[in-house]
């Protein structure tokens, strides 16, 4: 459009997030990006849908391939660069914001924000900047070390929009139990059910690992997103979920009495990691072998309950919930209903999306709404 555009980074470098995700690869999209894989509280399905349609994956990745970026995708739907480097995607990014003149202000915090019946004074660390139209793409707070911070939502606020209170998520869990704090470092692959006051919200099948503070593990950076904090919520842990109760019990009465000299640790340690198995042993204080203590052990690891997971803070949450409402916006422009040519795009907004691709997915979405709007109103 030939506008100029000023891009301010309190960060040394731009895309310091965008390197750490997808563990340096940056799991930039995902194929089968649907409303369901989103939670928030004041924006609809139908609203977020939306947005999410208004740059869908092809449109996305032809975009890419016109700057020069190859994408590549697995067969769980969930998309990378070709070069499964993050790298790439910045370097290709990059050369296109100098290519467009965007002038990069980096180590540039904006401080404030005012508004007169025109223009927006924007007041940052090395000065102050005049523009008719205002876009906040700050972020979250969650992971600060990349540069995560609420400066954002507070610049959101100071020019009157709602914001919905925010909360961790894609994050590890702290438990209150200590009973299995001795397999810190230690990785399963199991079933994880959240009950919400006895609902079931949530099952996956994935990583759990085991730290020395409670859980962690991409299996429960899943579930985290829909724990509630005020109500009551039970983890339910299946440790051998690739096999029936009624199985393994017989399967362990067979062998109990095939080898009667040995103990149930030793007849547990073909079925699950000798430490692991050790450690349950000790927990559920069974040592007989016999019957009723096969059962209760095969229930147990099955059923295993942790009562009242509590979120980790933001120093380790890939997201946050919460953010900008959908009280405060335009859904198909997302600029501000109050304080015209704001805009507001990506993880501000109240909307936050599971692993997979789903959060940039909805960045990038919310951007390109956001500039078809810019467009329109240049032209008119
Ligand atoms: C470790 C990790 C791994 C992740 N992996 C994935 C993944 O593989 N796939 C996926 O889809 N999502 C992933 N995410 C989530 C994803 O990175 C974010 O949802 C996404 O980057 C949000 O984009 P955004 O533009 O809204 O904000 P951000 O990417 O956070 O960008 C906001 C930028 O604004 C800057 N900023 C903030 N306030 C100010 C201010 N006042 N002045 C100047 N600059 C400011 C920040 O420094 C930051 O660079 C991951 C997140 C983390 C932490």
Same mark, same amino acid.
């Given at each position: 459009m030939g506008l100029p555009i000023y891009l301010f980074e309190k960060n040394k470098i731009l895309g310091k997030k965008l390197l750490a995700t997808g563990n340096g690869r940056c799991n930039i999209h995902n194929l089968y990006t649907r409303t369901s894989c989103y939670q928030s509280s004041s924006f609809t399905s139908q609203a977020i849908q939306s947005i999410l349609e208004g740059f869908n994956f092809s449109e996305f990745q032809e975009c890419c391939r016109k700057m020069g970026l190859l994408l590549t995708q697995q067969l769980d739907g969930r998309v990378y660069p070709n070069s499964q480097s993050a790298k790439s995607l910045l370097e290709v990014f990059s050369l296109k914001l100098e290519e467009g003149k965007v002038r990069i202000h980096l180590e540039e915090e904006v401080l404030n924000i005012h508004k007169d019946s025109k223009n927006?004074?924007?007041q940052? %660390?090395?000065? %102050?900047?005049?523009s008719s139209y205002l876009i906040l793409a700050c972020g979250s707070e969650a992971y600060p070390k990349l540069g995560g911070s609420n400066k954002g939502l507070?610049?959101?606020?100071?020019l009157g929009l709602e914001i919905v209170q925010t909360y961790p998520s894609l994050v590890p869990l702290k438990l209150d139990t200590h009973?299995?704090?001795?397999l810190s470092g230690m990785k399963l692959k199991v079933k994880i059910t959240l009950k919400v006051d006895t609902i079931t919200k949530k099952e996956v099948i994935d990583d759990l690992l085991f730290t020395s503070y409670g859980v962690s593990g991409f299996g429960i950076l899943?579930?985290?997103?829909?724990i509630q904090t005020s109500q009551d919520n039970v983890l339910i842990i299946d440790f051998l979920p690739n096999f029936e109760a009624e199985f393994l019990e017989q399967m362990l009465l067979k062998l109990h009495k095939?080898?009667?000299?040995r103990s149930l640790l030793q007849l547990l340690n073909g079925f699950l990691p000798p430490k692991f198995?050790?450690?349950?042993?000790?927990?559920?204080?069974?040592k007989q072998c016999h019957t009723k203590n096969i059962k209760k052990l095969i229930f147990c690891l099955k059923n295993w309950e942790f009562k009242n997971p509590k979120l980790q803070g933001f120093e380790n949450a890939e997201v946050s919930g919460g953010g900008v409402s959908a009280n405060a916006v335009k859904i198909n422009t997302l600029e501000s209903k109050a304080v015209s040519g704001l805009y507001i795009i990506g993880e501000m907004?109240?909307?936050?999306?599971?692993?997979?691709?789903?959060?940039?997915?909805?960045?990038w979405a919310s951007a390109r709404v956001c500039a078809e709007s810019l467009k329109r109103s240049h032209k008119t």
């Open positions: 927006f004074f924007v940052s %660390t090395k000065g %102050t900047y005049q507070e610049l959101a606020r100071s009973s299995l704090r001795d899943d579930i985290s997103s829909q095939s080898f009667p000299q198995a050790r450690v349950c042993m000790e927990v559920l204080k069974i907004l109240d909307i936050v999306g599971d692993r997979g691709g789903y959060n940039l997915a909805f960045a």
